[in-house]
């Protein structure tokens, strides 16, 4: 569906090159009546032409005194509309529905000016020479001069064919016709309406002359892009989705889907569902193929997809300064370290929490060491993967100077100075917070220099893969978004 928006004025009608009559509403009413029942009209491009005769008065105010004239009615013209609608059908969005925004004050004192049957001649000329196929007259009763008025007026007919709206092909603008307060206040209730499009009609040497204008949709589209581009760079991609889905960028449903599963994501969950949408949105855009394997990856169990994760997690805590996230997410990233360090170690799986390879491979190198009994159950129990037990091993590979094994401890031992601050936190047993300062101060080195190390760990692990980045993932959304504002006309 194409629809058109249309606020009207007393421009907006040239009745024998006249305009802007003190007398509008009896004048147009006149008219009205005279041209329903005249059986001799030429309809043209521009006007309807007369050639019976009918004699009107026009009145004109000047120097507050009502002059009067008799006049025989030859043409009536819409110069605005005709030129929009011209411009329209150039851009391939002649409307099929057509709202007339007409005045019809409830106030008795203020319907000189009322312009419901200019709309009603209006109705007349697009139904017989234009055959726009939907006309409806929506009747404004508040002064179109208030602008507050104007607001609530548009905000309450948005909501009520907001549905309609929303499926619209096109839905154009005219941002000339009407009171300022009238079109400028539906301007800004639909602007948030998915294919909205403002159009200026300027008059020139003249002719009235229609331009797409682009100034207030890409103000419009430029506020919420940097709503927008300010969540996702503190990868807030629930709060960005909502921003979304209420702008004019709502019917992308790519970028919807993209930050849905970057959203999922974030929270350490995806499903098998997330990968079908991945692979959707790959067929369409080659890029989403990098998301596509990521979340594959994960679906698979793939351990570098799981601690990229991690060190992205804990890269996005640090831009956001949320230093107790931070500690929490490197102890936690620590703790599932220890297990795939022991397993590449001894080139063996520990599964379902306990393992027998576990056990002869300590037993093969401890010898008769005491330490691991398997009758009392107050020592370490070599077939279990406690946090001693592993440490013990990568201890062991570290003094016969296994590389990955002394990265970690040379790594966790840095992060060890957290220890005290992360039991005393809301993540352990207290609710102590720590700051940048005091975060800088423990570690002893600036933030990058944590995700250095962090990075250092990962990498000789083989273990971090620089594809699955979230800041090049931001940055693909915005260029999707930006794309919008290459649909917009120039002004």
């Known amino acids: 569906m194409k629809a058109l928006y249309y606020t009207l004025g007393n421009s907006d009608v040239s009745i024998d090159s006249n305009q802007r009559f003190y007398n509008f509403r009896e004048l147009t009413c006149t008219i009205y009546d005279f041209i329903i029942q005249c059986k001799k009209l030429d309809f043209n491009n521009e006007s309807i032409n007369i050639t019976e005769d009918f004699s009107y008065k026009i009145q004109f105010q000047k120097d507050?005194?009502?002059?009067?004239?008799?006049?025989?009615?030859?043409?009536?013209?819409?110069?605005?509309?005709?030129?929009?609608?011209?411009?329209?059908?150039?851009?391939?969005?002649?409307?099929?529905?057509?709202?007339?925004?007409?005045?019809?004050?409830?106030n008795t004192n203020a319907q000189r000016q009322d312009t419901i049957f200019l709309a009603k001649i209006l109705e007349y000329y697009c139904k017989v020479k234009l055959k726009i196929e939907e006309i409806k007259i929506i009747e404004i009763e508040k002064n179109p001069a208030d602008f507050t008025a104007m607001l609530m007026y548009f905000e309450d007919f948005v909501k009520t064919h907001i549905q309609q709206i929303k499926i619209n092909l096109h839905n154009t603008l005219q941002l000339t016709a009407g009171t300022p307060q009238s079109y400028y206040a539906l301007a800004q209730n639909m602007q948030n309406m998915p294919g909205v499009r403002y159009y200026y009609i300027s008059r020139e040497n003249g002719k009235s002359i229609a331009y797409e204008s682009s100034a207030f949709g890409k103000l419009n589209m430029q506020n919420y892009l940097e709503i927008i581009k300010s969540d996702i760079e503190k990868f807030n991609y629930a709060s960005a989705l909502n921003v979304v889905k209420k702008s004019p960028f709502s019917h992308q449903t790519?970028?919807?889907?993209?930050?849905?599963?970057?959203?999922?994501?974030?929270?350490?969950?995806?499903?098998?569902?997330?990968?079908?949408?991945?692979?959707?949105?790959?067929?369409?855009?080659?890029?989403?193929?990098?998301?596509?394997?990521?979340?594959?990856?994960?679906?698979?169990?793939?351990?570098?997809?799981?601690?990229?994760?991690?060190?992205?997690?804990?890269?996005?805590?640090?831009?956001?300064?949320?230093?107790i996230v931070v500690i929490a997410l490197i102890f936690s990233m620590l703790d599932n370290l220890r297990q795939i360090i022991v397993e590449k170690l001894f080139d063996i799986k520990i599964e379902n929490g306990i393992s027998e390879a576990l056990g002869s491979k300590i037993t093969a190198i401890s010898g008769d060491n005491n330490k691991f009994s398997k009758t009392d159950s107050k020592k370490l129990h070599p077939c279990k993967p406690t946090k001693p037990v592993l440490e013990w091993v990568i201890d062991y590979f570290a003094k016969s100077n296994s590389e990955i094994a002394k990265i970690y401890n040379e790594t966790k031992s840095k992060f060890d100075c957290f220890h005290d601050i992360r039991n005393h936190g809301p993540f352990a047993h207290g609710y102590s917070g720590i700051d940048k300062d005091l975060f800088i101060k423990t570690y002893g080195a600036n933030v990058d220099k944590v995700l250095s190390d962090i990075r250092i760990l990962l990498t000789s692990l083989d273990l971090l893969n620089p594809k699955y980045s979230y800041k090049e993932y931001n940055a693909k959304i915005i260029l999707l978004l930006k794309e919008e504002f290459k649909e917009l006309g120039s002004f």
């Open 64 to 106: 507050n005194t009502i002059e009067e004239m008799d006049k025989v009615l030859k043409k009536i013209e819409f110069p605005i509309f005709t030129s929009l609608f011209n411009k329209l059908k150039e851009h391939n969005r002649t409307p099929v529905v057509l709202y007339l925004f007409a005045t019809n004050q409830s």
């Open 254 to 323: 790519h970028v919807i889907n993209f930050l849905e599963l970057l959203m999922f994501k974030r929270n350490f969950v995806v499903k098998q569902e997330s990968i079908e949408i991945a692979r959707k949105l790959a067929e369409k855009d080659t890029y989403f193929e990098v998301l596509y394997d990521e979340l594959f990856q994960w679906i698979n169990k793939n351990n570098k997809a799981y601690f990229t994760e991690f060190y992205n997690q804990i890269e996005a805590a640090l831009i956001n300064e949320n230093f």
